[in-house]
C-alpha cells in the first residue's frame, strides 16, 4: 500500500463518524464473517464494494486502485483457476481466496474510516452515543497510534537508505534487525507519549468538555441507513420463511 494509506485526511468526511462505526461493524459481520451464506450474496457483493466508493470520494484514488486491482485477482483465481486444480495447491489457493477477500473490504473500511475521521470527531461522536470515557479515551489514542507509526517507520526506512542498509548484498540480516527493534522501541514510546497527549487536553477528567468540532447526519447516513434496515429485514425475512 501507498506511504499515506494511514494518515488522516483534512476533507471533511461523507459519512457522520457514527455511521462509519456502524459500517465497520455490518463489514465485520455482512462481508467478514460470511452472515447468511448464499441468501444475501447480493447484499454481500454491495457492502464489498462500498468501501472502493468511500475511498474515491475521499481522493484516496492509489489505495482504492491497488484494492481493486488485488480484488481482481482473488476473483479470477476464485472462479478461473481454482476449479481446475487439485490436492494441496488447492488447499493453499482456497484459505487465500477466502482469507484476502472477506478480509481485504472490511481492511479497506477501516483504512477510510482512520483516514477521513479527526479525533476530534470521533470524540464528538462517543459522545453523542453517551459512550463511558474508559472505552471513548483509549479509541481516541488508537486513532492517532496507526498513522503515527505510519511516520515513525518512514523516518526508519529512510534513515536505513541513507547509510545503504536495505534486501539483498548480504544485508538482510541488518536490515531486520534495523528495522525491528527501532519499531518495537517506538511503538512502545508513542502508546505512552500518546497517553499523555490525551491525560494533558483533559480526556480523563470526569466533567464534560466542549468540542467544536459539529457533526451531524446527511443524505448519505440516511442512505446506508436504510441500506442495513433493507438487509436485517430480508435476512430475517429469509430465517423465518
Excluded at 460470511?34 to 492509489?62: D, N
Aim: net charge positive; glycine share 8%; aromatic share 12%.
Amino acid at each position: 500500500m501507498s506511504d499515506d494509506i494511514w494518515m488522516p485526511s483534512k476533507k471533511k468526511s461523507l459519512l457522520d463518524p457514527r455511521t462509519k462505526l456502524l459500517l465497520i461493524f455490518v463489514e465485520a459481520v455482512l462481508v467478514l464473517a460470511s452472515m447468511g451464506g448464499e441468501h444475501l450474496f447480493w447484499f454481500r457483493t454491495v457492502f464489498a464494494v462500498i468501501p472502493f466508493w468511500l475511498l474515491v470520494t475521499a481522493k484516496r484514488y492509489k489505495t482504492c486502485t491497488i484494492g481493486m486491482v488485488a480484488l481482481g485477482i482473488i476473483y479470477v483465481l476464485e472462479y478461473a483457476v481454482f476449479p481446475y486444480v487439485r490436492g494441496l495447491l488447492a488447499s493453499i489457493l482456497l484459505i487465500v481466496i477466502m482469507i484476502v477477500g472477506r478480509f481485504f473490504p472490511a481492511y479497506l473500511t477501516g483504512v477510510y474510516v482512520i483516514n477521513t475521521t479527526t479525533v476530534s470527531e470521533f470524540k464528538a461522536a462517543m459522545d453523542k452515543l453517551h459512550m463511558p470515557d474508559s472505552l471513548t479515551i483509549p479509541m481516541c489514542v488508537m486513532f492517532r497510534f496507526f498513522p503515527t507509526i505510519r511516520e515513525e517507520n518512514d523516518s526508519i526506512r529512510a534513515a536505513m537508505k541513507m547509510r545503504g542498509i536495505r534486501f539483498g548484498g548480504g544485508k538482510a540480516g541488518k536490515m531486520l534487525e534495523y528495522r525491528i527493534v527501532p519499531m518495537i522501541t517506538c511503538t512502545a514510546k508513542i502508546g505512552e507519549e500518546l497517553s499523555a497527549s490525551a491525560l494533558t487536553r483533559g480526556l480523563g477528567k470526569q466533567k464534560k468538555r466542549t468540542n467544536i468540532c459539529h457533526i451531524g447526519f446527511g443524505w448519505a447516513d440516511w442512505t446506508f441507513f436504510l441500506l442495513v434496515i433493507a438487509v436485517a429485514v430480508y435476512w430475517i425475512l429469509g430465517v423465518f420463511a
